[in-house]
């Protein structure tokens, strides 16, 4: 390359891309519903981007200097790298047209599934939220530049008058995310196609210089992970390989390569001695680097991409400063892309204006990486006033009514030992078998039934004060109703009220503890168009009143079968919330299962019987570097034991655990002594049963057998066979069958025809064991 453009001194690594009310959201369900035609979904794309670049500029963004990225994706980024490059699974070849590319409809199909094809399996992207899409790739696939998106997407900028920096997911970290895919090879791994991957790599970059492009961004999270399953030494390798190649490339943009959520510790020497112009260091969850010596522009990663907490300027310039040290060429962006947060805290007039103040969403975050770029500049003194305000706003918050609160931190301080156990698994068994005469393989969901447009407009009546509290509730006693007899008609052993009072799994719980606020426009993806709002843990935590408790006796009030009560677990609202930064997470998730045992204590002396205490997210918060996992599992499974341990041998605890690997964490799972737990299975075909069977495990196991986030309904012999994977690791007296996850986001057609091939499946089972 000659006379590379100068670096940004101040940029983002991304920005939200589902639209301030959701408009892609709603557009891309239009689409799906055939309502809308892909012309139109394209122009609603186009304009949210046009939009973005508009609000970028005016938060202080450069319009020609490579600071605004081009990150927007209609579903999933990991999808849209992998279509890009070819990376399609044999199943869904069908889709690829002539010319080797796939069009809007394919791209969601191979998201969604159609048929008996299943969609792409997902999990949860590092130590976030955010589901990704994972890819297939075995010796057979053809990789090639099959998708010309992200070109057409800088080209469209570049019209407009704005010089934009493309981003894609990089190489190594793609190859990392892969599985192989069905028929490769035993040990076969896909970064084996890492020099078939890397000229396609240098197609796109020459094609994205031709259109405009001074700079690209390739994100490469996976180098700061060490839960790969690949020896670190071929990562490093692999990392040396692509990025020499890359920069070798004759005709290319400036490479930046950004590497978010967590230290690159040993890679960062690897990056620095490649020909790449520029590199993300993550200075919030990462450490300071420290022992190199480079001329790259090391861009640090200061304002908390990933959180809401309005940042500490004067850390953050200290931290740049010591940048200086390692490299003379600094500039400064967000720790990690932010689409992890909503837009803009000035769009929630029902937050207190005081809470307000100590917050930062994405607007916001821009604004600060514009301040600091400034400082970096014309120098501290042009930054006084902004930084005497944000240290203002730190001391307001550490000194405010209701951060600290003495009676919950005395009882967090009293607890012992005996508050985390129960009594023997074997005595527990026998009194719940007395209790409940459960059938062999009982059936039951996860909590959650569809949420009908009609729940949800009776639900906005009541918030905006149209109706009545008592119409309200009568509205869900009889939905409630309506659910109970559907699931009593179907066959189910253990039931569940549905949930239709629960506007989300956590904002729910927020809502009635203390310690807490909910957004009223604080959307951030979760993966595809599901779309969740965080609430905020600002203060220390209690429940002031039952919560749950007159939904679930009234529930159990309609049938003799048993009705599972159902809450959310203390690691799943922490990772589902945008959690206080101010004291250790430890201390934070016991305060949170205090809440809960008092809420379980409750529901256990009102006479039900089985209540479940859903932890999907225990995964997705174990830290990325292994040194600190003994310390996470240690305090998320003893805040999970905290919450449940205080009930009778008699009351049956269940938890449910989702979209993970649970090969990293199947001893946790052992360690929560939950007396069922139920998991994600369907989606990857029954992958958990291997680590399930060697780790020995005990208790009730549920792997799930309807894949719910997607609208196909499996057939009976669908499940069956899944039935029959179980059966074949795992003691027929320990299994349970239930979906993967709760009903909340499918129709009432598909859930029922689903349901009913599940029972059918399972009396097969049934029958052919001789029960």
């Not at 999933?76 to 990376?87: H, I, S």
Request: hydrophobic content about 40%; overall charge negative; glycine content about 8%.
């Amino acid at each position: 390359m000659t006379n590379p453009a100068a670096f940004p001194t101040g940029t983002i690594l991304g920005y939200p891309r589902i639209g301030r009310r959701r408009e892609l959201k709603k557009a891309v369900e239009s689409f799906w519903a055939g309502t809308t035609t892909a012309e139109e979904l394209e122009a609603t794309a186009a304009e949210l981007r046009r939009i973005t670049r508009e609000k970028l500029l005016s938060l202080g963004l450069g319009r020609t200097d490579s600071s605004i990225p081009e990150s927007f994706s209609f579903y999933d980024q990991v999808l849209d790298a992998a279509v890009a490059v070819g990376a399609i699974p044999t199943r869904f070849e069908r889709l690829i047209k002539s010319d080797g590319t796939i069009d809007l409809g394919g791209y969601f199909t191979i998201a969604r599934g159609e048929g008996a094809d299943t969609p792409a399996e997902m999990t949860k992207w590092f130590d976030s939220n955010y589901h990704y899409l994972v890819p297939e790739i075995g010796p057979e696939t053809k990789l090639h530049l099959a998708s010309d998106r992200l070109v057409r997407e800088v080209a469209e900028a570049t019209a407009s008058g704005f010089r934009t920096r493309p981003v894609i997911v990089g190489p190594v970290t793609l190859l990392l995310l892969s599985k192989p895919s069905a028929g490769a090879p035993e040990g076969y791994q896909p970064l084996e196609r890492l020099d078939d991957l890397l000229p396609v790599y240098a197609e796109l970059l020459a094609a994205l210089t031709a259109v405009g492009a001074e700079w690209v961004q390739l994100d490469e999270p996976a180098l700061v992970s060490e839960s790969i399953d690949v020896p670190r030494e071929a990562v490093l390798a692999a990392t040396k390989r692509a990025y020499d190649a890359l920069g070798a490339a004759a005709i290319r943009p400036s490479i930046f390569v950004a590497a978010p959520y967590g230290s690159l510790d040993d890679a960062l020497p690897v990056l620095a001695g490649t020909p790449v112009e520029a590199i993300g260091i993550d200075l919030v969850k990462g450490d300071l680097p420290s022992g190199i010596s480079t001329d790259k522009v090391l861009v640090g990663g200061v304002i908390d991409g990933h959180n809401i907490w309005r940042g500490d300027l004067e850390a953050a310039l200290a931290s740049l400063d010591s940048l200086r040290g390692l490299s003379p060429n600094v500039a400064v962006s967000t720790s990690t892309s932010l689409f992890h947060t909503p837009h803009d805290v000035n769009d929630e007039p029902l937050l207190a204006e005081q809470l307000t103040s100590w917050l930062a969403f994405a607007d916001q975050k821009v604004g600060q990486v514009a301040t600091l770029a400034k400082a970096l500049v014309e120098g501290k003194g042009a930054i006084q006033a902004e930084l005497d305000a944000a240290s203002t706003a730190l001391k307001d918050r550490h000194q405010a009514a209701g951060v600290r609160d003495g009676a919950v931190r005395t009882r967090a301080a009293g607890l012992t030992d005996a508050d985390f156990s129960r009594g023997e698994y074997a005595a527990r068994l026998a009194a719940q078998d007395a209790a409940l005469g459960l059938p062999f393989l009982p059936t039951t969901t996860i909590g959650s039934f569809p949420q009908t447009g009609d729940i949800r407009k009776r639900r906005a009546a009541f918030v905006s004060g149209a109706i009545s509290e008592e119409t309200y509730k009568q509205a869900m006693r009889d939905e409630i109703t309506r659910v109970v007899q559907l699931q009593e008609k179907i066959g189910l052993d253990v039931l569940v009220h549905g949930e239709p009072e629960r506007n989300d799994m956590v904002q729910y719980f927020a809502e009635h503890l203390d310690g807490f606020a909910v957004t009223q426009n604080g959307w951030v993806q979760s993966y595809g168009s599901r779309c969740t709002r965080p609430s905020i843990l600002w203060g220390d935590v209690s429940r002031p009143a039952p919560i749950t408790v007159e939904w679930s006796t009234f529930t159990q009030s309609l049938t003799g079968k048993p009705v599972k009560g159902m809450l959310t677990g203390p690691v799943t609202i922490l990772a589902w919330s945008f959690v206080r930064d101010d004291q250790p997470l430890r201390d934070t998730a016991n305060q949170v299962a205090l809440a809960l045992r008092d809420e379980i204590g409750d529901l256990e002396s009102a006479g039900i019987g089985i209540i479940q205490v859903d932890e999907p997210a225990l995964r997705e918060l174990l830290p990325l570097k292994k040194r600190d996992h003994d310390d996470y599992l240690d305090w998320s499974v003893g805040s999970f034991r905290l919450a449940t341990a205080g009930v009778a041998d008699r009351t049956q605890i269940h938890t449910h655990l989702c979209y993970s690997e649970f090969g990293v964490v199947i001893d946790a799972i052992n360690r929560l002594d939950a007396d069922v737990t139920s998991i994600e299975a369907a989606r990857s075909k029954m992958e958990v049963v291997p680590d399930i069977k060697s780790s020995g495990f005990g208790r009730g196991i549920g792997p799930g057998v309807y894949d719910i986030h997607s609208p196909r309904v499996p057939s009976v012999d669908e499940v069956s066979e899944l039935i029959e994977i179980a059966i074949g690791s795992i003691p027929e007296r320990q299994i349970w069958v239930n979906p993967d996850c709760g009903l909340k986001t499918r129709g009432y057609d598909e859930t029922v025809e689903s349901l009913t091939n599940i029972l059918a499946a399972t009396r097969a089972a049934r029958a052919k064991a001789g029960v």
